[in-house]
T-cell receptor
Framework: SQKIEQNSEALNIQEGKTATLTCNYT??????LQWYRQDPGRGPVFLLL?????KEKRKERLKVTFDTTLKQSLFHITASQPADSATYLC???????????FGAGTRLFVKA | DTEVTQTPKHLVMGMTNKKSLKCEQH?????MYWYKQKAKKPPELMFV???????INESVPSRFSPECPNSSLLNLHLHALQPEDSALYLC?????????????FGSGTRLTVV
């Protein structure tokens, strides 16, 4: 069955360091992959989208890579800040759009 | 306006009640979605509307009934819910099915069924 795995353990890092979050998937051929940030009790906020024919995407302090051979995406936050503390969700979008499946998310804590 | 607005923010209802959740966007998006999210779980897709027509129903029980009156509004009608239906209900929209800009989510309705 289709499966998306994100590290269920919380990630604790020191302010200023780079946070790296992992999203692995199986039995799925996504057209593209999205990353979202979610704060407690709020809806997810879209951060970045990367297509299957793209290797890397950047936006300010954020960088996403997408390896369709490894079936893996890495999400990096450089120069992390306490305000970056949140849950980060990856989401795979099936070819043809519409059907988006979310991973369970990784909780990130950035300590000052 | 770059927001998706959901009302109410909180709802407590009995198992025999009928209530509705509302979602509104004025970004000109033509695809709208309902998701259900339990604590510490990912959002689960329930329904997709594209150009005001129901495109996907993820085998959701009939006690949940979606409605898309126009391109800006999405409703979710609730009837005879069970306590296990308590969750955060999220509405989202996107430009169309091939959105390059991801989904815009509302803040959700926290539903408690008693």
């Amino acid at each position: 069955s289709q499966k998306i795995e994100q590290n269920s353990e919380a990630l604790n890092i020191q302010e200023g360091k780079t946070a790296t979050l992992t999203c692995n998937y199986t039995n799925y051929s996504p057209a593209y992959l999205q990353w979202y940030r979610q704060d407690p009790g709020r809806g997810p906020v879209f951060l970045l989208l990367i297509r299957e024919n793209e290797k890397e995407k950047r936006k300010e302090r954020l960088k996403v890579t997408f390896d369709t051979t490894l079936k893996q995406s890495l999400f990096h936050i450089t120069a992390s800040q306490p305000a970056d503390s949140a849950t980060y969700l990856c989401a795979l979008v099936h070819t043809g759009g519409f059907k988006t499946i979310f991973g369970a998310g990784t909780r990130l804590f950035v300590k000052a | 306006d770059t927001e998706v607005t959901q009302t109410p923010k909180h709802l407590v209802m009995g198992m025999t009640n009928k209530k509705s959740l509302k979602c509104e966007q004025h970004m000109g998006h033509r695809a709208m979605y309902w998701y259900k999210q339990k604590a510490k779980k990912p959002p689960e897709l329930m329904f997709v509307y594209s150009y005001e027509k129901l495109s996907i129903n993820e085998s959701v029980p009939s006690r949940f009934s979606p409605e898309c009156p126009n391109s800006s509004l999405l409703n979710l009608h609730l009837h005879a819910l069970q306590p296990e239906d308590s969750a955060l209900y999220l509405c989202a929209s996107s430009q169309d099915r091939q959105s390059n800009y991801g989904y815009t989510f509302g803040s959700g309705t926290r539903l408690t069924v008693v």
